[in-house]
């Protein structure tokens, strides 16, 4: 069998190419800049279903007309603690970094901030947009609702998202503990990878279009849905989610949109919600030790890793070598964005 | 086979007579009507593992000198959205609660607020900490961590607590949305609980004391220990419990306080930690009726039932008929009581 060949790539040099097929497809300068170099980190780090993979669902989205890649936030102060963001029918990621410094601000003068994210659109991974506050030294929690394909504990019919879950804290002498883990016991962009590689998943991830039990993506996909993790705790979590990232954000509920108007939209039309905090107000100047003990008692106890460093393993390779991509793939890209 | 006589007893004589108990056993005025209050709210709702059950436990754990049942707990202000209570060696609930106007008074001030409890002994359910904040109108999110009895996800050796969250939401036309859910497979409290009956578990609850699968309770409480629910990704969640309850509040983890030099110790000496946010801030009047609506969505889904709505139907029939009690516990609540 035949290995694909790969073309290494350097950071810069992904996300100038993922720019400029953001700017063919009406996304402003700034948010070409934005969603580029989040896709190109999640490439970076491994984390493949939301790397160039989701390229294609970008752009089939922004041509639908479904999100505006152009979309301008409006910050809205809602108090001491509390920001809330209008995305305007655009992607979250530029919603939320044009309140981000503001919030940062809110945290430093009062311990702990919350901002909400309404009529948005997120289509990548989570770990991007806690990680950062980890990094400035502050513990970040957000949830993100997202489109219908999880039927509840014990139901038939599709109700949540995948709805994501992310965690970052900061730990000495390391990186960020950070997680992003999807309610549902799969990630439907592992799905969508397993249907196009013609792979079995493991038992108890979905259901097909009759709520039976399957291990085939194709008829997960096709009608069917994915389980919760964990059963009817995992199913409270991911209740939790649609609560936290759409009835508090004032976004839609992940059952609720209707894109079936535009054609080849794929991007959730949801909300987003973030908990920030301050872990060393009040004195607590030993936190980020803290933090590093208990990561480092879980590795003790047999725990085989912790969550996030494979993907800090595969950043380090490609701050070496620089990301490897199909060539196959890459000519696909760059066809995109000669536009 | 027989079934074990019942009296019912009304909610007050049923604190009443667990006040008793607690003042014979050095537990201060103040903080043995809260505990009292707290079991007996436990009991009426059904919470079984946290109600009466626990009785020989606190007295356990107070005799044994290893909390103090006369803490005073000391609030710190840290800024305008951020408490610290230290419990002294306490109990939580008297900590937390000598803070709770305080927090709820800056959550309407800034629109969230964050409550740090450490040096704590949290010795029931959690749900009853949430539920009064959104009874308030409030969203509130809880952890706590315990003590270890939970190997990581492949590991083999117990180091988290079972280390419940807990979440509560206001619902429009219904009692508020309210889980409360152990990160551990099952929780300690019905393991006990079951050992007692002499009932085996189900598979995947827990290891033995060498780390292999087991249904024996005995096994679990024996040496062994229990696994984490929805495997990695409850491990991760157990983890942040940890960080937060532990880490962040200047806590002990649940891994590292030593009770052996007190016999007959029962009650985690850790730490709890509390987020509150004002759902409704910034003008989102509508919060209570979209959760009510996720809710219905969920119970339309197919899902059988909603975390809490048990505890309510019990609640209303306590209400109607009095709190069932076997009459041979009773006996022996009573000559606790007598001292």
Request: hydrophobic residues 40%.
């Given at each position: 069998?035949?290995?694909?060949?790969?073309?290494?790539l350097s950071f810069d040099e992904l996300v100038s190419l993922l720019e400029q097929i953001f700017?063919?497809?009406?996304?402003?300068?700034?948010?070409a800049r934005i969603l580029a170099l989040n896709c190109a980190s999640c490439e970076r780090d491994g984390s493949?279903?939301h790397g160039v993979?989701r390229v294609?669902?970008?752009?089939?989205?922004?041509?639908?007309?479904?999100?505006?890649?152009?979309?301008?936030?409006?910050?809205?102060?809602?108090?001491?603690?509390?920001?809330?963001?209008?995305?305007?029918?655009?992607?979250?990621?530029?919603?939320?970094?044009?309140?981000?410094?503001?919030?940062?601000?809110?945290?430093?003068?009062?311990?702990?901030?919350?901002?909400?994210?309404?009529?948005?659109?997120?289509?990548s991974a989570?770990?991007p947009?806690?990680?950062?506050?980890?990094?400035?030294?502050?513990?970040?929690?957000?949830?993100?609702?997202?489109?219908?394909?999880?039927?509840?504990?014990?139901?038939?019919?599709?109700?949540?998202?995948?709805?994501?879950?992310?965690?970052?804290?900061?730990?000495?002498?390391?990186?960020?503990?950070?997680?992003?883990?999807?309610?549902?016991?799969?990630?439907?962009?592992?799905?969508?990878?397993?249907?196009?590689?013609?792979?079995?998943?493991?038992?108890?991830?979905?259901?097909?279009?009759?709520?039976?039990?399957?291990?085939?993506?194709?008829?997960?996909?096709?009608?069917?849905?994915?389980?919760?993790?964990?059963?009817?705790?995992?199913?409270?979590?991911?209740?939790?989610?649609?609560?936290?990232?759409?009835?508090?954000?004032?976004?839609?509920?992940?059952?609720?949109?209707?894109?079936?108007?535009?054609?080849?939209?794929?991007?959730?039309?949801?909300?987003?919600?973030?908990?920030?905090?301050?872990?060393?107000?009040?004195?607590?100047?030993?936190?980020?030790?803290?933090?590093?003990?208990?990561?480092?008692?879980?590795?003790?106890?047999?725990?085989?890793?912790?969550?996030?460093?494979?993907?800090?393993?595969?950043r380090?390779?490609a701050?070496?070598?620089g990301i490897?991509l199909?060539?196959?793939?890459?000519?696909?890209l760059?066809?995109?964005?000669?536009?």
């Amino acid at each position: 069998m035949a290995e694909a060949t790969k073309v290494h790539l350097s950071f810069d040099e992904l996300v100038s190419l993922l720019e400029q097929i953001f700017l063919n497809n009406n996304v402003s300068a700034t948010n070409a800049r934005i969603l580029a170099l989040n896709c190109a980190s999640c490439e970076r780090d491994g984390s493949f279903s939301h790397g160039v993979f989701r390229v294609p669902g970008y752009v089939s989205s922004l041509k639908s007309g479904w999100v505006d890649g152009a979309a301008v936030p409006e910050v809205e102060d809602c108090g001491p603690a509390f920001l809330r963001v209008n995305a305007n029918n655009g992607f979250t990621q530029p919603a939320f970094l044009a309140a981000r410094d503001q919030l940062v601000e809110k945290v430093k003068t009062n311990g702990v901030a919350v901002m909400a994210v309404r009529r948005s659109h997120h289509f990548s991974a989570l770990w991007p947009d806690v990680e950062p506050f980890a990094d400035q030294g502050l513990v970040a929690l957000s949830v993100v609702n997202s489109f219908a394909c999880v039927v509840p504990h014990g139901g038939k019919k599709a109700l949540f998202g995948t709805n994501p879950v992310a965690f970052a804290a900061p730990r000495e002498g390391a990186p960020p503990f950070v997680f992003d883990q999807a309610t549902s016991a799969i990630a439907n962009g592992d799905v969508q990878m397993a249907a196009r590689e013609g792979k079995q998943l493991k038992p108890g991830m979905g259901v097909d279009r009759d709520g039976q039990p399957t291990t085939d993506p194709k008829a997960i996909l096709d009608g069917g849905a994915l389980l919760p993790f964990g059963g009817h705790k995992g199913n409270s979590i991911a209740l939790m989610v649609e609560i936290l990232g759409a009835a508090l954000t004032g976004g839609y509920f992940s059952s609720e949109f209707d894109w079936s108007t535009h054609e080849g939209a794929q991007t959730p039309y949801t909300g987003q919600m973030f908990i920030v905090i301050d872990p060393e107000r009040g004195g607590n100047a030993v936190f980020q030790h803290r933090v590093a003990e208990i990561c480092d008692l879980a590795l003790d106890a047999g725990q085989e890793r912790l969550p996030g460093d494979r993907r800090h393993v595969t950043r380090a390779l490609a701050a070496k070598d620089g990301i490897p991509l199909d060539a196959e793939n890459l000519e696909k890209l760059r066809t995109l964005a000669a536009g």
